[in-house]
């Protein structure tokens, strides 16, 4: 079997670019992680955030394979392949205290009465969204915000009820199964080459216990660093695929241990990869697209599993996975809950209304990938975020639409319409009770699901907003803040209460009972109070003749809206940042060439919001 010789190194793609195109010999530099510390700093209102380090990850040039563009044309209209900014999933293995402002999340913070669940619902996610160091997972991060509540406790497991989802037995309860591949043996023409620190080994036993690891992507190449080690440019591993980008990547929190870590990517190929970095193994999901051949936009470990993740393909579809099957050709299962046996026909779907379940978690086929597949849309799906609660989905396309779903139950309960273009990211609150969504209309959305309404709109950012995330070390129960960057190089900072916000005295007239004029003010009586129009809207998919509006919400105008300015805005970086994150100490970006950029804390100021 012919193997790909590994990629050599080049300093730049303009300098590799030139030399092909003259004729000359290519120029041949080690390329390596630089660590700087560049003066610049911003003022909010708690104090002075500074700037500590900016790591640059060396972006690896074309695979030898890949034909050099000497000439490209920016009016091109050929599809190009899919990329992704630099996105860090950040891990500790050690326990760590949760934030000051913890939630305590009650049944007021769930999307309806009608959605609670039941007490004797049977197995319980005991460990959904909470790992063994008591930490939470904001979004991309799993070092992040609070998510432990007696309401998260006692949710259902996914798939509770369909046996042939319970994880095999292991002899040993304390011994995590490891993927089958040695991924530095491996001959497989999809990864190019493998590159490990000689001190690995060193580096893991000397470093602090409650130090933080990184997982980067950038360009084809991956990497596993130790931000808490002094030489933290020097990667732990690093992994150059031949021609595939990952795109997302999440680590899971509930079967990580000191001398295990489940890491999964997903990339632009649709290909899937479960490795476990401490012992370089590996394994390869949707091999060359057998379930779903569409680049992999979002990918993350479901809550409280041990084997299962969702990963949202660019076709539209909503896949969960399990990382110990293997793949079989998928074709949609047919409608078991019919009985008249016309089920030849395709199911004529209409996304705003209803999910195509095309295979369902209860099904009793399970004996290998996919799981299940959703069908939302047939447009891309951006982004996905998990609730606090560890019931509700809340999925952002390139239709323009927020889709919030009960994933336990496979239903649609909300379809929220962006101003333009589409949605590009999604967070929810720390207490779940808003979510955020940023855009291609340049602005970040606060909703409110349990009220199916839109708080306010954020207008600040110059271009596509492209991450956000709330700060559960500055919320409260009434006060919340959170972050955003965008494709403007921006970084901005927003507070809001509810009661502060006030929508334009034009609308102050408007008929009682729609969404604009609702108290954004979440209590429980008006929730309760609602009950009946959740209930109704719930019905939608089993009932068609119930109003439309009762799921998809139409677009309110901009004239009706609160808007939100930030607290602050900072230019973080000189090219288009790509994700955020809040830590304890610290605010940390990434932008689309590979800059990660740590801005500390104020060091005198309160680690919450008074």
């Known amino acids: 079997m012919f193997v790909l010789p590994p990629p050599p190194r080049y300093p730049t793609q303009a300098a590799y670019n030139a030399a092909v195109a003259s004729g000359h010999a290519t120029p041949m530099i080690e390329t390596n992680n630089i660590l700087s510390n560049p003066e610049d700093q911003f003022l909010a209102g708690e104090g002075t955030y500074a700037l500590k380090e900016d790591l640059l990850l060396a972006t690896p040039p074309p695979h030898p394979s890949e034909a050099p563009i000497v000439n490209p044309n920016p009016l091109a209209t050929s599809p190009q392949p899919a990329t992704a900014g630099t996105k860090i999933s950040l891990v500790s293995l050690a326990v760590r205290a949760p ?85 530095t043996k491996s001959n497989s023409s999809f990864i190019s080459r493998v590159i490990i620190n000689e001190a690995i080994s060193r580096k893991l036993a000397d470093r602090p216990t409650d130090g933080l690891f990184a997982f980067a992507n950038v360009n084809r190449a991956f990497q596993w660093l130790d931000l808490s080690s002094p030489s933290k440019a020097d990667y732990l591993t690093k992994i150059l695929f031949t021609k595939a980008h990952c795109l997302s990547h999440d680590v899971n929190l509930v079967t990580k241990t000191q001398s295990h870590i489940d890491m999964i990517m997903g990339f632009s190929t649709g290909e899937v990869i479960w490795w476990e970095p401490m012992s370089q193994r590996y394994t390869r999901l949707n091999k060359n697209g057998v379930i779903n051949k569409t680049p992999l936009s979002h990918i993350r470990w479901i809550p409280g599993a041990e084997n299962l993740f969702l990963a949202a393909h660019m076709d539209g579809s909503l896949i969960v996975y399990d990382k110990e099957k293997e793949d079989a050709i998928f074709n949609p299962e047919e409608d078991e809950t019919k009985s008249n046996g016309d089920t030849a026909a395709p199911k004529a779907v209409d996304h705003m209304k209803e999910i195509n379940v095309l295979k369902s978690v209860h099904s009793k086929n399970q004996k290998s990938n996919p799981v299940a597949v959703w069908k939302l849309s047939n447009q891309r799906i951006n982004a996905f975020e998990f609730s606090p609660d560890n019931r509700h989905l809340a999925v952002v396309s390139e239709d323009g639409t927020m889709r919030i779903i009960d994933y336990l139950k496979e239903e649609l309960l909300g379809v929220y319409n962006a101003y333009y273009g589409g949605f590009t990211c999604v967070c929810w609150s720390p207490d779940g009770k808003y979510a955020l969504t940023g855009g291609q209309d340049d602005l970040i959305s606060i909703w409110c699901p349990s009220e199916r309404a839109l708080i306010a709109r954020c207008q600040g950012h110059q271009s596509w907003v492209t991450s956000v995330a709330f700060d559960p070390w500055r919320c409260d129960e009434r006060n919340y803040r959170f972050g955003s960057v965008g494709e403007d190089c921006q970084l901005c900072l927003w507070d809001f209460n509810v009661g502060m916000l006030h ?37 939608v998919v089993s009932a068609p003749d119930a109003e439309e509006n009762d799921i998809n919400h139409p677009v309110e105008p901009r004239s009706r809206t609160a808007i939100l300015p930030p607290v602050l805005t900072k230019v973080a970086d000189k090219h288009p940042l790509s994700w955020i994150e809040f830590t304890e100490d610290a605010i940390i970006t990434g932008c689309k060439t590979g800059h990660i950029r740590t801005w500390s804390r104020p060091s005198d100021a309160p680690t919450q919001a008074t």
Do not use: C
């Open 99 to 183: 934030p000051p402002a913890l939630f305590k999340l009650t049944p007021t913070t769930t999307l309806s009465p009608s959605i609670a669940e039941h007490p004797n619902e049977g197995r319980y996610s005991s460990d959904a969204k909470l790992s063994s160091d008591g930490e939470g997972r904001g979004t991309s991060m799993s070092d992040g915000g609070p998510s432990t509540s007696a309401t998260a406790m006692s949710t259902p497991a996914f798939g509770d009820g369909n046996a042939l989802l319970v994880p095999e037995k292991t002899k040993d309860p304390n011994k995590r199964r490891k993927p089958k591949n040695n991924m």
């Open 503 to 539: 929508k334009p005295k034009a609308t102050s007239n408007r008929q009682r009972g729609s969404i604009s004029s609702r108290n954004p003010i979440l209590q429980r009586a008006e929730t309760q109070g609602t009950s009946s129009s959740r209930l109704r809207s719930d019905s």
